[in-house]
């Protein structure tokens, strides 16, 4: 079922229906360019993450600018990029089941496609769904640099399936995915540098082993929003991963910098624009974008513009917000913008992209990969 768009173009911003996924087109345009800005000169590229924003028109935009390509989370968003237009992208994760590791080996007859393991019986897998389709597919070895979640050790047991994956008929030893997750949040800049830059050692000693058996990494990828100027000046890491500077979020705005300053390096281009439906009392309200509107796994969305209203809690269709600290007049039926503590998950939760320049809708674009969960 296709969901018709809530505005159209040319409408002015106060009209359209809520809740929608609103991009402040300005703003979003000067993240894109402060993030090609930071890489200039550089001996890194941007692979941006698509898993933030969901769309081959954001990846194409980033491309102009010089990303290398995209990464992806799962099997159907890169299809959705690679459907979209998008030539080269990196699912830079697991992909496991034969029926996952089939689509992936025909997508890589349309475009440039690679793909992480961290498992010798999952190369074996890859390598014979390669095989059923004739084409050759980069694998990368991801390595634990501390997140403790996916990757084999570095040193030795990324050799042992560095190996692997050159050894296979069907396979291309692409080379290291080092991503280090839990470090983008880490609110202490110093403690986020020290971090990062650990992580950035152990990925220089794998690459070195590597090397020293014949084995070259292409790629070395990894690096996000909160981290990525130190991967950048590591001289490791040749392609980096940043996906949220696009959009940012309210938990990327708790990060601190180097002057202790709140990380304000790009700026919130995206928020949930929502209605007043429900004003019972003079200290509360209530919005029509609850949880079903909102990710909250990285706490409550922020109210632009109004620090002194809270929005105290989600239900599947109501946000709560606390009016008792404002002296400004909020009635029903007012419209308010609503800075998502996580903007992923939150993109994840529509179709449309609401695209707005000087109040105005300028552009509707589709949330492609929306759902691509498979």
Same mark, same amino acid.
């Given at each position: ?190 403690? #986020? ?10 990925? #220089? ?48 705005? #708790? ?28 200290? #509360? ?90």
């Amino acid at each position: 079922m296709s969901i018709r768009p809530p505005a159209e173009i040319g409408m002015a911003l106060e009209e359209v229906d809520t809740p929608a996924l609103v991009i402040e087109l300005d703003a979003f345009e000067r993240n894109l360019a402060r993030m090609a800005n930071a890489l200039e000169g550089k001996p890194v590229k941007l692979r941006a993450h698509s898993k933030t924003h969901k769309s081959p028109i954001v990846g194409l935009k980033q491309m102009a600018l010089g990303a290398v390509g995209l990464c992806c989370q799962k099997v159907g968003e890169a299809e959705a990029m690679v459907a979209g237009g998008i030539p080269s992208v990196l699912v830079s994760n697991q992909v496991v089941g034969a029926s996952k590791l089939r689509r992936l080996a025909a997508l890589s007859k349309q475009a440039w496609v690679g793909v992480c393991a961290d498992d010798a019986g999952n190369v074996e897998d890859i390598d014979r769904a390669a095989a059923e389709f004739d084409t050759t597919i980069d694998v990368l070895v991801e390595i634990d640099v501390g997140a403790g979640r996916c990757g084999v050790e570095p040193g030795e047991p990324a050799l042992d399936l560095a190996s692997k994956i050159d050894s296979c008929s069907n396979l291309r030893f692409g080379g290291l995915q080092a991503y280090h997750g839990r470090s983008q949040h880490i609110r202490d800049y110093a403690e #986020r540098k020290a971090v990062t830059e650990a992580a950035v050692e152990l990925t #220089r000693q794998t690459v070195a082993l590597l090397k020293a058996h014949k084995l070259d990494c292409d790629i070395v990828g990894g690096a996000g929003t909160g981290s990525f100027h130190f991967e950048a000046e590591g001289g490791v890491h040749n392609e980096l991963q940043a996906g949220s500077y696009v959009f940012m979020d309210a938990d990327y705005g #708790r990060n601190l910098n180097q002057d202790g300053g709140f990380f304000d390096e790009f700026e919130n281009s995206l928020c949930v624009y929502a209605t007043v439906m429900s004003k019972p009392t003079d200290d #509360r309200c209530s919005v029509d974008a609850g949880l079903k509107a909102l990710a909250t796994d990285s706490g409550m969305p922020v109210v632009e513009g109004m620090a002194e209203v809270e929005y105290l809690r989600a239900a599947d269709e109501h946000g709560l917000l606390d009016l008792g600290k404002t002296n400004r007049k909020i009635e029903l039926g007012d419209k308010l913008k609503l800075i998502p503590g996580h903007c992923d998950p939150t993109v994840n939760l529509y179709d449309w992209y609401v695209c707005v320049r000087n109040g105005k809708v300028e552009a509707l674009w589709p949330v492609a990969a929306r759902g691509a969960m498979y």
